[in-house]
């Protein structure tokens, strides 16, 4: 056993001197000077930072929701993001699918969310990713409000529902 230790750490050691020894290039980025400016906005651009405390609601039949950001980026077809709010008791929406990708981070609250028809309950931190044409739906089943930020990502190719 403590020859099994002694070559692992050895191992260690020297995959560590090797690292050392060759930058990756994530090192060399890390290491290059930052330019003294940012560069010029295109037209087109959309803010990067979004301050919550200038987030402007919208009434919905199940809570609330601040829509940041829903049109194309300089990459993407579509590039959606939202922060959800839900009473508790309510849904969000009834089952439903899309052609594009969806991640949502749940902030606070506990909800069922259902994705092609497995059902399972989570609570604040989690992360909910639903594919392309993935069936979803999420409920509040807590007694607090759930709160959650929605990304959505469509590439050129997508087509809207």
């Known amino acids: 056993m403590r020859h099994w230790v002694s070559g692992l750490a050895a191992l260690a050691l020297a995959t560590n001197a090797s690292a050392q020894e060759t930058p990756?290039?994530?090192d060399e980025a890390v290491a290059d000077?930052?330019?003294?400016a940012?560069?010029?906005p295109h037209p087109g651009d959309a803010p990067t930072v979004f301050n919550a405390d200038a987030y402007e609601w919208q009434d919905v039949e199940f809570g609330r929701q601040s829509f940041l950001m829903n049109r194309p980026s300089r990459a993407l077809k579509l590039l959606e993001i939202h922060v959800t709010e839900v009473e508790p008791g309510a849904n969000?929406?009834?089952p439903h699918r899309h052609a594009y990708e969806e991640v949502i981070v749940l902030q606070s609250g506990r909800v069922e969310v259902e994705i092609n028809g497995v059902v399972e309950e989570i609570g604040p931190g989690s992360v909910m990713v639903f594919l392309s044409q993935d069936w979803h739906a999420i409920r509040n089943i807590g007694d607090e409000?759930?709160?959650y930020q929605v990304i959505n990502v469509g590439w050129d190719g997508y087509n809207e529902e």
């Open 145 to 147: 409000v759930a709160v």
């Open 92 to 94: 969000s929406h009834e």
């Open 38 to 40: 940012s560069p010029e």
């Open 33 to 36: 000077t930052p330019p003294e």
């Open 24 to 26: 990756s290039v994530l």
